[in-house]
């Protein structure tokens, strides 16, 4: 067994190593850890506390993957429900489909009962008043409905509140892989951006036979280059882990343009090996670990690479 989910993650980490502890398949686990992420709104990355876009509501992206069925289960700019987790496992286990968007996704949602939240807690509600008086004048907000948002976005782009997310991996005591995210994607993101979090094969990718991967950070990187799929995919081809998750580095480097910036990438093996990569990321990275050896889940440091 093992379980590997990023600093964003604290709050459910304890909940989800039990679950484990306790043989609980690993989905189950991941999204029993994940739903305390978005209950918590000190993590201002995640569900209930998410920073909003730029009309000021709080859209959200999650998605599972169970790697025994490879199954998968995924939401993207959902507004009004505090666990999209939940929401895109239901989409896996209760339709046809593998991803719902938007308003459909929130139709779901509703007929499904999942529980409601705008999400938008008082101080984000405030730095979004704030910025967008800063960035557009004192009476844009009544004027946003009919404003051009393309300048206005790009301005208000904020390093200090953009892109990070919860991704959870874990390994059962019977074997089976299985990832899961979570995240209200960049603060201040034009209506309707999805990130990679509820892109499988991009944010996040399991396979029971091979391993699991997520990411965290710049979503608009890790779609192009596919990198949670190609770690997968790099361990299928017989590279050791280290290695899978250095050539998923090295196709991140090859991107030209764009939005290029950090990347951190969470790796398993079927073995229940771990590596944690923090690519072109300042500052201390950190991830929690657990195995059945440990009394508890450890916090520990992300190796960095820059390219
Ligand atoms: N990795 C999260 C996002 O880009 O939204």
């Known amino acids: 067994m093992i379980l590997l989910a990023n600093s964003e993650g604290a709050p459910g980490i304890s909940a989800s190593a039990a679950a484990l502890r306790a043989g609980k398949p690993a989905l189950d ?4 850890g994940i739903r305390l992420v978005e209950a918590d709104p000190k993590v201002r990355s995640v569900g209930r506390g998410g920073w909003p876009n730029i009309l000021g509501q709080v859209e959200l992206d999650a998605a ?15 507004a009004g429900y ?9 989409v896996m286990e209760r339709l046809p489909h593998e991803l719902l968007v938007g308003a459909g996704a929130a139709r779901f949602a ?4 999942a529980d409601r939240d705008s999400n938008l807690i008082a101080d984000s509600a405030r730095t979004w008043r704030e910025l967008i008086k800063h960035e557009a004048g004192p009476h844009a907000i009544d004027r946003l409905d009919n404003m051009a948002l393309i300048d206005l976005c790009r301005a208000a782009m904020d390093p200090e509140r953009v892109r990070d997310t919860t991704v959870y991996l874990g390994r059962d005591a019977a074997g089976g ?7 209200s994607g960049w603060a201040w993101k034009y209506p309707g951006r999805l990130g990679d979090s509820p892109i ?14 997520a990411c965290t950070h710049t979503g608009e990187m890790t779609i192009r280059a596919g990198t949670a799929r190609s770690i997968v995919l790099y361990l299928k081809m017989g590279l050791s882990l280290r290695d899978a998750v250095d050539e998923a580095v090295k196709d991140l480097a090859r991107l030209r343009g764009g939005m290029l910036a950090g990347v951190v990438i969470h790796a398993i093996d079927a073995r229940g090996t771990a590596r944690v990569v923090a690519v072109n990321c300042d500052g201390d990275i950190r991830y929690w670990i657990w195995t059945p050896d440990m009394q508890a889940p450890e916090l520990r440091a992300a190796e960095h690479q820059e390219i």
């Open 64 to 78: 599972v993957m169970d790697g025994t069925t490879l199954r998968t289960g995924a939401v993207g700019a959902l």
């Open 177 to 183: 892989l299985a990832s899961a995210t979570s995240t």
């Open 29 to 32: 686990a991941l999204e029993a």
């Open 200 to 213: 499988i094969g991009a944010g996040s990718y399991a396979d029971s036979a091979y391993g699991a991967a």
């Open 110 to 113: 509703q007929e499904i009962g």
């Open 82 to 90: 505090l666990h999209p987790v939940s929401v895109a496992r239901a």
